[in-house]
């Protein structure tokens, strides 16, 4: 919706609306979000019609054939030189095709392939009344604690809606870090959001933990939605549109024309400043910044744990992506308003996030405040407003998903009586009882802490070295600070896990499926691939890092 | 041709490799290959010495490129060699007494059960020294001085079950850290210099350099050589380093390793030139200490000592040449190459007399030997002749045409150089004269001594066969070790006068060192009748006490001075006391202050931080109201912030 027609509305209603254009939408730049939200529908279908015993079989395979095809044809458009010499704005203006897009939603649809594998994994629970379980709950529905949740255990019945809730997700956030107007991003922020929100709720065990931490979620990401919503109709305000390019002319002063609706409010700096931060705190609060990453320690722990791998490292990406291109594309012309909020910032979040995490003692509560300074940790890179800040955010992006996804796969493992056992102390010991994975495990907490050889060192390299040259020292002092601070509680677990004595009643390490089993392994392998030979994806990174305008 | 030089340090380095990785199934064979790898190394240098002769004097540098070691932007350190008549010069005398001293070693180790190892270390010796001399840049250089250090550690605590060897290895490597250290300072400050550390551009380009900074890289090179070389303040090592086998104390202690310092500074010559300080400082440091060495010398009743303290003085004179620049480059390699020649002699006849005499080393317990031990005497009385400078033997012209360029420095400079030299040869006859007359002549005081060995509980592996009780039995030793000894003996008489007449050593270098004759306020010839007289004097001196007198079997108490030298000047005891325990003051309070400070600062900051955790970690209450108010209070700085930035 363009001021224009906003104003054609006004005047011509009277006139006959003789003919109403077909929008131009270009397919086969679309494709990769099209298959995902095509297989979504077909999998609410899937629900309605595949007998019950069949459906789980029949939604993993339709789930990973989706996001394969859409990878293959993000693939394929890169290839074709949609990301650098072919780059543009499709559907009406409203999706752009270029290489950070395309950058991101591979990564997005690699990260929702490795959580489909976590989803369906059905080895881990033991079986209830001869019917292989996984990690949600049988019946969403049923209150906890209640006959029928007991009839619908006893009946066997899984959640099999996972499966299209996540390919929903996915949807979203392939158009999230795409979206080249703002109402397209609420919208995406909406539809990736909504499905994240039910995926938190449906846990098979501690299920008031996991439907508290949905209702927080939704309640907290509600909060942030209508901050979005309210800086989106204030940035409208100011600039008559909602297309990033024509807002990024009006903040440059290249257009001059005012829309006479709008002349009252129209080129209010007043207007342009509340609203883009409103705009960017909503993002904020996605990627799990400081002081809006409140929900995260609680999310992180309640929702089930391989939503958790799938949220922490997909939504990461998909906000990332989302707040470069705002950043990027519309505000720059702000840059010198936007840059010192953004440096504090960064700077609250990175110390926030490690120093708290010194003194958890939950494995999952550890995990997200970790995710909460590597936001920081991003941010610095974001704020480098170069080319390279751009490609080191998407080195660091793709690289951080892979470790995340991977690192609470392992959580998945660790068990005992009452599920996974989450907290620290049993962790005690467990490179005695299962010293593979307890090395799997440390492979990833070292790249948390980003320890040369792993790739999260390369990473942290880059941005580093971006927001550096970008003029922002500052940053990577307090940013290598927190690294240090980072890596005495991330060394602190591998300490528990190698040199302390493993406790009597410890819990057992369960032998996975070939699913989880390929997540993890593709987790150890880019982590170590990304760290040992980082330049042809820090190449491919720094190539794909040109936003269309 | 230039293709045969990496082959000059393959061979040895192939033994090395053979011999410490093959095991006890070489142990037969083992002494065979290290030495026949040897020889085939100095033929090679043979083979190339005849190529190079056949060039005009002017083009004889050669060149060998093998890779590129650390290509960095900027930093180029190549693989490539560089062999010059200064090089050769070395190559010959590193293989060619390297040979006779692996050849000696086969009949002194026989019965050692490691003789195998200790022939790869030699052959590690070799390869590492003339890496040493063929490097065509200073960090190859460092290679090779740092592979000679290891080797020379490796052999001086062969004998690792005495704990005097092992400790005496460990100093060896401890001083000589210090002057590596200078080495290193040095490629450094090349590099920010003139951007490269090749012998080749920066030589050239000394000019360009200001002399503050070559000062200042002449002196962190004389550091270098002080270390390597045993020159005061860093010579403690050097007569310690006498626990190793003789022939170790003869190739590397005595002949080739030990003149790398002197190497380094004539090879820098030009760096030298263009910093007078630097050389002031650096005919101080030889002029110092080949009075220190010869004093050392005369007090010493162990023979390696006695003879070691004469390698320190010698070294002193060369180092002493090396400081007066062109006029002196050329005399102290000639001096070298014929020190080379007289000191290996003389230790391997000192080996020779320990191993006729159950490896007794004190020289009061020796006397009357020449009649038991002719060979070894004759082939001993002239290397003893040639170090004194008696006229027509290598000595004299050597060490003559450095008193010489001594007195030529000119100036009060010149007196007092001339005179330390001179009064240095005088010293120098006494010494050798008293080595000689206690262990060759006088009355046979090691009748009715019991044997050294079985007082040393320490008893080294190759005195064991002598069955070692009671009176020794004084014999000559076998060809495999006399005939190496005739051989240097030889090289000993007559490469003074071979390298002297003609001028033919100066024609040799002139091409890579430079020379410039110098001319001694005195004349010439007043030099040399002053050098023979002084050498007269000191002959004449220790016959008077130790020939004419007997020589008491128990050391007697002595000057005071007599005192001190034996205690090699206290300078052990000046270590001791300003370096060690200086330096264990230094590591007590900077304990004291890692514990209380720095862990008090870091353990601090520790449990500050958990402290601060503790506290955040409590706004995060669980209560999603107050996470909502906890995002609307972000939001609203956010956006004052933004507005803020924009207001300012």
Known sequence: MSASAVHSLWTTAAEPIDKIGAPDIEYGQLSPTLIVIGAAILGVLVEAFVPRRTRYHAQVFLSVVALAAAFAAVIALAAGGYATTKSGIVAMGAVAVDGPALFLQGTILLAGILGVFTFAERRLDPAAHGNRVDSFAAQAASVPGSDSEKAAVKAGFTTTEVFPLLLFAVGGMLIFPAANDLLTLFIALEVFSLPLYLLCAVARRKRLMSQEAAVKYFLLGAFASAFTLFGIALLYGYAGSVRYGTIARVVDGTVGEVTPALAGTMGNDALLLIGAAMVVMGLLFKVGAVPFHMWTPDVYQGAPTPVTGFMAAATKVAAFGALLRLLYVVLPGLRWDWRPVMWAVAIVTMLGGAIVAITQTDIKRLLAYSSIAHAGFILAGVIATTPDGVSSVLFYLGAYSFVTIGAFAVVTLVRDAGGEATHLSKWAGLGRRSPLVAAVFAVFLLAFAGIPLTSGFAGKFAVFKAAAEGGAGAIVVVGVISSAIAAFFYIRVIVLMFFSEPRPEGPTVAVPSPLTMTAIGVGVAVTLVLGVAPQYFLDLASQAGVFVR | ?648
């Open chain 2, 1 to 648: 041709m230039e293709n045969l030089i990496a082959l000059l340090i393959a061979a040895p380095l192939l033994g090395a490799a053979v011999l410490l990785c093959g095991g006890r199934r070489l142990d037969a064979v083992g002494h065979w290959i290290g030495t026949v790898l040897a020889a085939a190394s100095f033929v090679v240098g043979v083979v190339l010495f005849a190529d190079m002769l056949g060039k005009d004097p002017e083009n004889r540098a050669m060149h060998q490129f093998l890779f590129s070691w650390i290509p960095v932007g900027g930093f180029q350190a190549d693989v490539a060699f560089q062999l010059d008549q200064l090089s050769m010069t070395f190559v010959l005398l590193i293989t060619g007494v390297g040979s006779l001293i692996h050849v000696y070693s086969i009949g002194y180790m026989e019965h050692d059960e490691r003789r195998r190892r200790f022939f790869g270390y030699l052959n590690l010796f070799l390869a590492a020294m003339l890496l040493l001399v063929l490097a065509d840049n200073y960090l190859l250089l460092y290679v090779g001085w740092e592979g000679v250090g290891l080797a020379s550690y490796l052999l001086i605590g062969f004998w690792q079950h005495k704990p005097s060897a092992a400790t005496a290895a460990k100093k060896a490597f401890l001083v000589n850290r210090v002057g590596d250290v200078g080495l290193s300072i040095a490629i450094m400050l090349m590099f920010t210099t003139f951007g490269t550390f090749a012998f080749g551009p920066v030589l050239e380009a000394t000019g360009e350099a200001t002399e503050g900074k070559l000062t200042a890289i002449a002196l962190m090179l004389l550091l270098a050589a002080c270390g390597k070389s045993a020159q005061v303040p860093l010579q403690s090592w050097l007569g310690d380093a006498m626990e190793g086998p003789t022939p170790v104390s003869a190739l590397i202690h005595a002949a080739t390793m030990v003149t790398a310092g002197v190497y380094l500074i004539v090879r820098s010559a030009d760096i030298f030139n263009a910093a007078p300080d630097a050389q002031l400082v650096t005919t101080v440091v030889g002029a110092v200490t080949l009075l220190f060495g010869a004093i050392v010398g005369c007090a010493k009743d162990d023979i390696k000592k006695a003879l070691a303290g004469s390698t320190m003085s010698q070294i002193g004179y060369m180092v002493l040449a090396a400081g007066l620049g062109p006029i002196g480059y050329v005399f102290a390699i000639m001096h070298l190459v014929t020190h080379g020649f007289f000191k290996a002699g003389l230790f391997l006849g000192a080996g020779s007399v320990m191993h006729g005499m159950n490896d007794e080393v004190d020289m009061r317990k020796y006397g009357g030997l020449r009649k038991y031990m002719p060979i070894t005497f004759i082939t001993f009385g002239l290397g003893y002749l040639a170090i004194i400078g008696f006229p027509g033997l290598s000595g004299f012209f050597s060490k003559d045409k450095i008193i010489e360029a001594a007195f030529a420095k000119g100036g009060t400079e010149g007196w007092i150089l001339g005179g330390v030299a001179l009064l240095g040869a005088a010293i120098t006859a006494f010494y050798m004269t008293r080595v000689m007359l206690m262990t060759f002549f006088g009355e046979e005081r090691w009748r009715n001594q019991p044997s050294a060995s079985p007082a040393e509980p320490d008893v080294e592996p190759a005195a064991e066969h002598h069955g070692a009780q009671g009176e020794p039995h004084p014999h000559e030793s076998p060809k495999v070790m006399t005939v190496p000894m005739i051989v240097l003996a030889v090289g000993s008489v007559f490469a003074g006068a071979f390298f002297s007449i003609g001028d033919r050593f100066i024609h040799w270098l002139e091409p890579v060192t430079g020379h410039a004759h110098g001319n001694p306020p005195i004349g010439a010839a007043a030099v040399t009748a002053s050098t023979v007289a002084v050498m007269v004097l000191g002959v004449g001196l220790a016959w008077l006490q130790y020939g004419r007198r007997p020589v008491p079997v128990v050391a007697p108490r002595g000057s005071l001075l007599t005192r001190a030298a034996r205690r090699d000047l206290y300078q052990d005891d000046f270590n001791h006391v300003v370096l060690v325990r200086g330096g264990e003051h230094l590591t007590r309070s900077l304990v004291y202050v890692d514990h209380t400070l720095v862990d008090g600062v870091v353990n601090g900051t520790a449990a500050g931080m958990g402290g601060l955790s503790g506290r955040l970690r409590r706004i995060q209450n669980g209560y999603a109201r107050s996470y909502a108010v906890s995002m609307f209070g972000g939001a609203a700085i956010l956006i004052a912030a933004t507005l803020l930035m924009r207001a300012v």
